[in-house]
T-cell receptor
Framework: EDKVVQSPLSLVVHEGDTVTLNCSYE??????LLWYKQEKKAPTFLFML????IEKKSGRLSSILDKKELFSILNITATQTGDSAVYLC???????????FGTGTRLQVTL | KAGVTQTPRYLIKTRGQQVTLSCSPI?????VSWYQQTPGQGLQFLFE???????NKGNFPGRFSGRQFSNSRSEMNVSTLELGDSALYLC?????????????FGPGTRLLVL
């Protein structure tokens, strides 16, 4: 059965800190990995990663995939209170019909 | 461009009843997927529809069913509701069905079964 594991489960940091969120996966027929941010409602898309070693960046957020070691990290620099959310990692496998999600990392940024 | 919309946003039902949830994808998107989100199990895939055909189905009982119409709008139905069906039901759409296609989520329907 496909499995996506995120760590840590939750994290509390001070505004301005840098955080690294981890996502590892054990799946058959990997296609791509996606990161989402979920506040109180729908997950919003952050990144899609398909190739190893190529960093994707968007402002203070960046992510990279290692297909040999089967993991991805999401970095957030200079955190702000608005970054407080659950960060979800998900993987497309097989026919890329379904996303298998991890349980998420709950990030709280305090003043 | 308008995002994915879902109706209703909130719903309260009692055990044994049935419910139908609706999802309108982003204009031009032909694939619609449904997910159930609960605190204990996280986000779990229910099924995906593309061009009115079900492409894939998750590990849910037959009480969960869906369909897609020619305009790509989708409905999911849950019959004989159980307390454990209380959850946030999310719909996601993408333009085509492939691994390079990002799924965009709607706001969800929160279902409470009493």
């Amino acid at each position: 059965e496909d499995k996506v594991v995120q760590s840590p489960l939750s994290l509390v940091v001070h505004e301005g800190d840098t955080v690294t969120l981890n996502c590892s996966y054990e799946v058959t027929n990997f296609r791509s990995l996606l990161w989402y941010k979920q506040e109180k409602k729908a997950p919003t898309f952050l990144f899609m990663l398909t190739s190893s070693g190529i960093e994707k960046k968007s402002g203070r957020l960046s992510s990279i995939l290692d297909k040999k070691e089967l993991f991805s990290i999401l970095n957030i620099t200079a955190t702000q209170t608005g970054d407080s959310a659950v960060y979800l990692c998900a993987v497309y496998t097989g026919t890329a019909s379904k996303l298998t999600f991890g349980t998420g990392t709950r990030l709280q940024v305090t003043l | 461009k308008a995002g994915v919309t879902q109706t209703p946003r909130y719903l309260i039902k009692t055990r044994g009843q049935q419910v139908t949830l609706s999802c309108s994808p982003i204009s031009g998107h032909r694939s619609v997927s449904w997910y159930q989100q609960t605190p204990g199990q996280g986000l779990q895939f229910l099924f995906e529809y593309f061009s009115e055909t079900q492409r894939n189905k998750g590990n849910f009982p037959g009480r969960f069913s869906g369909r897609q119409f020619s305009n790509s709008r989708s409905e999911m139905n849950v019959s004989t509701l159980e307390l454990g069906d209380s959850a946030l039901y999310l719909c996601a759409s993408r333009r085509l069905a492939g691994e390079a296609e990002t799924q965009y989520f709607g706001p969800g329907t929160r279902l409470l079964v009493l």
